[in-house]
């Protein structure tokens, strides 16, 4: 069966193969609401059980980038599906959004089934920490389309917010905190620089270089950190009037998407310390401080501006949470000119 589309580079056995593979680690991601299983063409919801009295649909959609890259050349799978997750649902979690299912994208020259259902069981792991479903997905296979081994990782995540308790910066006031919460590394952006920077440097990522724990390509594997339920639990308890997901840009091009007229952001790059994998990459590189906090987050994942007085409340329950959080700047009157950032 199939035999003429199998020579042609597509075997529809390993793709039902696949799909049994990951049956299991798609049904632990179940959570209320949940209407459909997986193999529909369409995956079904229902908002009437999540108890809102004026649901906002929120959805974002991201990938991996070239960080892919990196896991192709380390033979290693188990993360990337992590990262796809928290792309996706740290974005939504920007304007209180719970995440509530989440779908992937996965292309591929030839689907191994053994080796690729590692990337979803990052997914549906990611997806069980945040309480979002995984509903569904598409897997291709494409051998004219991508090289051998190579393959591409897209995701969409939806998510709803009660309209009332929408977090759109738009009460954010002079004097307010800015709250930084640590990163767990590079994320998910800034690869094809990182990347050009081994190619240049010769950098070895089978090697632990001094002041690296772990050889370079498993610290550049590290999964990007899983934001959404601490912005949920603050959220229950403080005031957060604005909140960014520091992806490609920096501080420069996020932190002004929440930012209303008349103020900016101004920030201390004293106020924490820049993890070593950052400045190790900023050696080997040559890059000046202004382009690494433009490209790079610099260790700082996601920033939260709070009133003044909610902060030793918002930096000790992100503690307790497992995350590191520090004061990195205030919030200032822009006056006619000025940028909405500065990083001084």
């Not at 992937?104 to 997806?127: N, Q, W």
């Not at 009037?241 to 932190?255: L, P, Q």
Request: a negative charge; one cysteine or more.
């Amino acid at each position: 069966m199939s035999e003429q589309y199998k020579k042609a580079g597509v075997d529809i056995d390993a793709g039902n193969r696949f799909v049994e593979m990951i049956r299991p680690m798609v049904k632990a991601t179940h959570r209320r609401g949940v209407v459909s299983d997986l193999g529909g063409y369409g995956g079904l919801f229902s908002l009437c059980e999540l108890g809102l009295e004026d649901p906002v649909l929120v959805s974002g959609t991201d990938g991996v980038g070239t960080k892919l890259r990196i896991a192709i050349e380390m033979n290693r799978f188990d993360t990337i599906g992590i990262d796809l997750v928290a792309m996706c649902v740290n974005d939504i979690a920007c304007s209180g959004a719970e995440p509530l299912f989440f779908l992937d994208y996965f292309a591929t020259s030839r689907l191994m089934p053994e080796r690729h259902s590692e990337i979803v069981k990052g997914i549906a792991e990611a997806c069980k920490k945040t309480g979002c479903a995984l509903i569904g997905g598409e897997t291709a296979e494409m051998p004219d389309m991508y090289a051998e081994g190579d393959f591409d990782l897209a995701g969409f995540a939806v998510g709803a917010a009660e309209r009332s308790r929408i977090i759109d910066g738009s009460s954010i006031g002079i004097g307010n905190s800015i709250v930084g919460v640590a990163s767990t590394g590079f994320h998910s952006n800034g690869f094809s620089l990182v990347r050009r920077i081994v190619r240049e440097a010769k950098l070895d990522l089978g090697r632990v270089y001094d002041g690296l724990e772990r050889p370079l390509g498993e610290a550049l594997l590290t999964p990007t950190a899983l934001y959404s339920p601490l912005v949920a639990q603050l959220a229950r308890s403080f005031e957060l009037k604005g909140v960014a997901h520091i992806t490609g840009g920096g501080f420069w091009d996020n932190i002004p998407r929440i930012l209303p007229a008349g103020v900016r952001a101004e920030i201390d790059r004293k106020a924490w310390m820049i993890p070593e994998i950052f400045r190790f990459f900023q050696t080997n590189g040559g890059i000046e401080d202004e382009e690494m906090l433009r490209v790079f987050n610099c260790g700082v994942g996601m920033v939260l501006v709070i009133p003044a007085d909610q902060l030793p409340g918002v930096i000790d329950s992100a503690r307790i949470a497992g995350f590191e959080a520090f004061k990195i700047g205030s919030i200032a009157k822009r006056r006619g000119g000025e940028p909405q950032v500065t990083v001084g």
